[in-house]
Every structure is written in C-alpha cells, then in structure tokens.
C-alpha cells in the first residue's frame, strides 16, 4: 500500500490528453514538493518534473505539472505512442522523514 | 556526461549480506544528496534511503531501519549501501539517484544509474 495514491491505469487516443492525479496528505504532498517520473519499459526513472511545476531541461513541454492542497496532477498533451509508460508521483513525507512515491499508473496510447 | 553506475548486485540468501555500490561521474558528487530506491519485480517504486551531501545526516525507509545502512565517500564520489540480514521481500532492482537540490534534499531524484539487482533466495 502506497503512501501517495495514483490510479492504475490510464488511457487515450494518440494526439489526445490524459491527466495522472496524485493523492496524499498535509505531510507530505501538502508540505512539500512534488515530482513526475516516467519509466519506460526496461528501463530506469526518468524525471518529467519537480518542484510540482518545473521541467528538467530536454522535457518537452507538452508534460506539466500541477498541485493543489494534498494533491498534485501530471498532465500530458498531444499523446504519441512513445508515452506509453508506466508514471511515478513523489515528495518527501516531513512526519515520517522518508522519500514517497505513488503506486505507478500504467498510460496506454491507444 | 553525468553518470551513475551502480554495482554489487547477486544472489544471496536469506540472512546473508550484501553491499551495493555507486559510482559517480560528470557532477561535482559532494555538492548533492543520494539516494537509493529500489524496484521489486513487476512491482512500483520505493525509497530506501537518503544520505546529505557531507553523510552527516541519513534517513532510512521502516522496511529497511536497522538492516541497511547508506555511507558515501566524496573523495571516490561513491555511495554505498550496506545491507544485512536480508530478506526475500528485499529481492529488487537497486537504483542510486542523486537529488536535484544543491546542497539539500529536495526529494526529487534528476539522474539515475541503471541499477543491479539483488535477489535474496536460498
């Protein structure tokens, strides 16, 4: 059971948007900042954003990023096969003092 | 280019120790928080630990406290996890991660190695 709650799965049309939510609590999504990552098959994590808004240079900007009380969204327009992936929210849990991530939601383009 | 490469993953069982290590290249290491996380089979993610800058400060996962313990030496720009009394349910794919925060832990983790794998099996 993760301490951030994201839905499993997600899907859309190619050139379509989906939006990935992400749930948690005043500890640690309500006090700190939020991160995306995107993990394509086989590989390792790769980060889309941070400080809940922000790209890492090289992120298009079709990927963004938003928060709102204890919950944060990932957005993704203009969908290509090519973001077929599974997606990760964290942030940091203050009570707790540990690092947190979401379940994962798996986006199919279809 | 900035790098990380991790190592020390095998085949280990249960009860028996392990350390991973990770090496860094590319960004000046001890400017920046590491972390570990690590990835079960066919499972999400999870972090297991968190070292600042100078090792000064380290934080573990409850899954994890009092089994593993996170060191880094900057004069190597290596990290390292110490892992003892092992588990099954510690059977994962080991990332190290470098946090995106100058100086601090920011939570967030822009460069990853490729992992290695522990497997805890008798």
New interface residues.
């Given amino acids: 059971q993760?301490v951030l709650t994201q839905p499993p799965s997600v899907s859309a049309a190619p050139g379509q948007k989906v939006t990935i939510s992400c749930s948690g609590s005043s500890s640690n999504i309500g006090n700190?900042?939020v991160?995306w990552?995107q993990?394509l098959p086989g590989t390792?994590?790769?980060?889309l954003i941070?400080?809940n808004n922000k790209r890492?240079s090289g992120i298009p900007d079709r990927f963004s990023g938003s928060k709102s009380g204890t919950s944060a969204t990932l957005g993704i327009t203009g969908l290509q096969t090519g973001d077929e992936a599974?997606y990760?929210c964290?942030?940091?849990d203050s009570s707790?003092?540990?690092?947190?991530?979401?379940?994962?939601t798996k986006l199919t383009v279809l | 280019e900035v790098q990380l490469v991790e190592s020390g993953g095998v085949v280990v069982q249960p009860g028996g120790s392990l350390r991973l290590s990770c090496a860094a290249s590319g960004f000046t290491f001890d400017d920046y928080a590491m972390?570990w996380?690590r990835q079960a089979p066919g499972k999400?993610?999870?972090?297991v630990s968190?070292i600042s800058w100078d090792g000064g400060s380290t934080?573990?996962?409850?899954s994890v406290k009092g089994r593993f313990t996170i060191s880094r030496d900057n004069s190597k720009n290596s990290l390292y996890l110490q892992m003892n009394s092992l588990r099954a349910e510690d059977t994962a794919l080991y990332?190290c991660a470098k946090d995106?925060g100058y100086g601090g832990?920011?939570?967030?983790?822009?460069i990853?190695?490729?992992?290695t794998m522990v497997t805890v099996s008798s």
Avoid: C, M, R
């Fill in positions: 993760s700190n900042y991160s990552y993990q390792a994590p790769k980060l941070y400080d890492p599974d990760y964290g942030t940091w707790l003092s540990v690092g947190v991530f979401g379940g994962g | 972390h996380v999400g993610l999870e972090w968190l934080y573990y996962a409850d990332y995106i832990n920011s939570g967030a983790f822009d990853w190695g490729q992992g």
